[in-house]
């Protein structure tokens, strides 16, 4: 049996004999060849030495500030390239008379090593209003890299706009520039429409948007386009207007490219003060759901009323291994509540969000780090840690939302009025499997997790440890109308509380384990359906101390949950109770065992900590230092290994139970 886990990369003969070729077609095609025209030794404008120049050319800008615009037109000035001797002693300034650089219909144009600066969008002309320092309009195989584009204004695209173009923005400042009018103001630092390449290297940096109408995209505004966008700095960029979205970074109706490893940073718009992803409207014929990749990603210290890091409406976009880290949903406006300090999702019923860290991060009203908006979503193996809320510290998940959460670990999380790791409410029917609720608090009701109005969840095989909330309000879980199913649990509370408080409910509560409670439950009018496998035993933790809630080989808590088949553990066996019992809890054991696997031979599994992955059946994790794989397969339970022991081969290293018992993950 083959299986491939990753694609490999090797340079051979092949390789070089195909770069040799691609040499060979450029210097036959006559790509970058020409003449050298120094400004202003030759020519005493850039425009004149534009004008001169023929395909291939290079123009070579001494130091100096040349106060013009400069407008490249047409087929004739193919492979043209300016090239500044430094942005910081070679400037491009109109002097607020008209745009900088205007690239129409000409292809393969670079510009490097240039300021432009104080460039003003005109009003007539080639797009009228678009991109005050750069505009790129019909052109393709553009480079713009090592520039500083800086104290630019324009309707649309303050410091660059490109449309119906193919470009590279690499290597650039991008500061302090506006896009502002009357009505509206979009893209305060950079504005692409209809635009593919790449936008990497960059700083976004104090760019601004404003108008009464729109206002989205401070720092990048992106429209029916989908360049990879990677490696990015976007710090204190504000959209501001009736609708500013997307302080740092706004989406809309774009599909099919990556956001990776950008660093959003102090960031604020109205909805999304890091990043903004927006789809069509469903009034359109064909809405659609923008889906971009976002991954690796940091988003801190932002801004907004709703998603203070991200916010998602008509999104579909996998949102993997990114950092959420002290942003804010503050922004009050009058007549609307705030949620999502990390990110909000807003009707979006497909995206994933899994194997992020969201810490410390704050809402005023709902989820201080995620907040689950008419949405279902797929939550999964994220940390949310430290969060702060009115409702629903770690998350919350109303109205009519039904996402499946799983293989989370909710910890130290606050809501000062309900529900300090979760709130569900309002007709919501989340599954919520496998997670860890640890040391969450509420000044109300729920220190775990608070049910409401009309919703059913299920809440199947998590582990709950020492959750506080207000005595007779529910020191676990609190449920308010509401029909929860309440299975295979770990109920390890604070004695100061009841675990469970039920008001005015119908809660099914079957093979729950409970310890260190005030008392099982609470009943408030409401319909409590047990049975005999329920039960009050300590459920002997492996070390609390070091949040390992593993079960020792003798809890009683192993094997004791519902016996229906399909509850059983991966191996096969009845279901145990908690976050690592049940079919759910296959990744969590797999990480586990990844984890000890790291410990005990650094030297073969290394760096410790690297991220896991699923493919297919497969649940993985790749080993830079040495180059190797360790996954497990779902299909087999089995564990195998690729990389240099190996030969490079796969090897199946053996049923993964018995593996999970020598490192104690099972």
Known sequence: MKIQFAEKIRFGSLSVLRLAVLITFCLNEGVALGRTIVVPTEFATIQGAVDA??????????????????????????????????????????????????????NNVSISNLTITGGVAPASGYSPGFGGGILVDGSNNITISSCVISNNSATIGGGFASLNSTVTLTGNTINGNRA???????????????????????????????????????GLFLQKSNPSVSSNTFSGNQASGAQHYGGGLYIYDSTDFTVSENTFDGNKGLDGGGMAIIGTDIVYAHPTYSNPTVTGNIFSRNDARWGGGLYGWHMSSRITNNIFSQNTAGLRVPGFLSG???????????????????????????????NVYKSSPTISRNTVSRNQSGNGGGIAITPDSDPAVSGNAFTDNIATQNGGGMIIGDNSNAIVKNNLFARNRATDSGGGIVVFSASSPQIINNTFFSN????????????????????????????????????????QLLYNDFWNNKSNYLNLSSIISQDAGNRTLDPKFADVTKDNFLLHSSSPARNAGNPNASYNNPDGTRNTL???????????????????????HPSVF???????????????????????????????NHLYYLGPLSGDSIFDAGTLSSWLATAGCQ
């Open 180 to 218: 502002a009018s009357a009505t509206d103001g979009q893209g305060g630092g950079a504005f692409m429409y209809l635009t593919h390449g790449q936008v990497s290297n960059n700083v976004f940096s104090n760019n601004t948007t404003s108008g009464p109408n729109m206002g989205p995209g401070g």
């Open 606 to 636: 290394g760096p410790a900590g690297t991220t896991s992955n699923l493919s297919a059946t497969f649940h993985y994790r790749y080993y830079s230092q040495t180059n190797a794989f360790l996954a497990t397969n779902s299909a087999d």
């Open 468 to 507: 506080r909330g207000q005595e007779n309000w529910g020191g676990t879980v609190r449920t308010d109308s509401s029909s929860p199913t309440l299975m295979n649990n770990v109920f390890y509370g604070v004695a100061a509380a009841e675990a469970i408080s039920a008001n005015a409910s119908t809660v």
């Open 53 to 106: 120049a023929t395909t291939g050319d290079v123009i070579s800008i001494q130091p100096g500030t040349y106060r013009e615009s400069v407008t490249i037109l047409g087929g004739g000035k193919a492979g043209i390239s300016l090239q500044g001797s430094n942005p910081a002693t070679t400037i491009l300034n109109p002097g607020g008379t008209g745009r900088g650089i205007s690239i129409l219909v000409a």
């Open 578 to 600: 908690g976050m690592y019992g049940g079919p759910g809890a296959f990744t969590l054991q797999s990480d586990c065992f990844f984890g000890w696997a790291e410990r005990t």
């Open 340 to 370: 999502g300090g990390g990110i909000l999702f807003d009707e979006s019923p497909d995206a994933v969000f899994a194997a992020n860290i969201v810490t410390d991060n704050t809402a005023l009203d709902w989820g201080g780090g995620i």
